[in-house]
């Protein structure tokens, strides 16, 4: 396996390695790899000829410093988990340095208001760094095809926005959740969650599922509702909000329109350990 610390080392190989038939996957990460990420890895290997998995915890798309300091930080314990699905991959995992060259701000993006929704309420400048970040590494891989998984779903939006007002030749692929065994999300963070609370933490993907069944008779107001009460009654957690909101323009469901797509998104609080989900309502 291929492991490369410098975007400079990075560049010149994938350019010896590379000609006008060679399709580069990429798997951007923060690294604390799971099942989800390997998953992502396994769908680029099966479309590539080349696949690039980057592990950076990008400082500027965290808007709380206590949360960038407690990310967890496994760098080896990943590669470990990328070798076993293939040798072949390529990892880059540069320092903070490598990639902002002393300067560690994010540019400023307009998303066109995709970035002023859940998430950008209640992570102020969060965007702006996913979106210094993905450009930044996606002029540096120059990939054919990028994967990213859909419990970030409002990233993904974002990105593929991004792509379509930069021209970058970059096709966006998202990738369907994968969850614990019983429904949690996978997430990096769920490391920091004690076997009780990773147990309890059930019931997000419990409340969604069955706000996606209400919504087939109920409006968006009598759902959100419904969610709200479901948390109140859990003294274990906090609710951040929940959202139904067009899958297009991520802006909320304020009457229901059977021409449009529409998603549940939601942000959790279990002992100070942030846990976002989403799910399709149609």
């Known amino acids: 396996m291929l492991i490369f610390n410098t975007q400079?080392?990075?560049?010149?190989?994938?350019?010896?390695?590379?000609?006008?038939?060679t399709s580069i996957g990429?798997?951007?990460?923060?690294?604390?790899?799971?099942?989800?990420?390997?998953?992502?890895?396994?769908?680029?290997?099966?479309?590539?000829t080349?696949?690039?998995?980057?592990?950076?915890?990008?400082?500027?798309?965290?808007?709380?410093?206590d949360d960038l300091a407690k990310y967890p930080r496994t760098l080896e314990k990943d590669i470990e988990k990328i070798k076993t699905v293939s040798d072949a991959i390529i990892v880059y995992a540069p320092s903070v340095d490598d990639i902002y060259k002393g300067k560690t701000i994010s540019q400023h993006f307009d998303f066109d208001g995709l970035e002023n929704q859940m998430e950008g309420k209640f992570r102020q400048g969060h965007f702006d760094g996913v979106g210094t970040i993905v450009k930044r590494l996606f002029e540096i891989v120059k990939p054919t095809h990028a994967y990213f998984g859909e419990k970030d779903f409002q990233q993904l939006q974002i990105i593929k926005k991004m792509v379509s007002k930069f021209e970058m030749p970059v096709n966006v692929?998202?990738?369907?959740?994968?969850?614990?065994?019983?429904?949690?999300?996978?997430?990096?963070?769920?490391?920091?969650?004690?076997?009780?609370?990773?147990?309890?933490a059930a019931i997000i993907f419990k409340t969604i599922t069955q706000a996606k069944k209400l919504f087939a008779t109920k409006s968006a107001q009598e759902v959100t509702e419904f969610v709200a009460k479901t948390f109140e009654k859990q003294p274990d957690f906090e609710l951040e909000y929940f959202q139904i909101a067009d899958e297009a323009t991520l802006l909320p469901?304020?009457?229901?329109?059977?021409?449009?797509?529409?998603?549940?998104?939601?942000?959790?609080?279990v002992n100070k350990v942030r846990l976002i989900d989403t799910i399709s309502l149609n």
């Open 8 to 21: 400079n080392e990075l560049v010149s190989h994938l350019t010896s390695v590379s000609n006008a038939a």
């Open 26 to 48: 990429f798997v951007p990460t923060m690294g604390a790899l799971h099942q989800g990420h390997l998953s992502l890895i396994k769908e680029a290997l099966l479309h590539n």
């Open 50 to 65: 080349i696949v690039v998995v980057s592990i950076f915890v990008n400082p500027t798309q965290f808007n709380n410093a």
């Open 173 to 200: 692929v998202g990738c369907p959740i994968y969850r614990e065994t019983n429904g949690l999300a996978m997430s990096s963070r769920n490391e920091r969650l004690s076997e009780k609370e990773r147990n309890q």
């Open 253 to 269: 469901c304020l009457r229901k329109n059977k021409t449009k797509t529409y998603r549940a998104f939601i942000a959790v609080f």
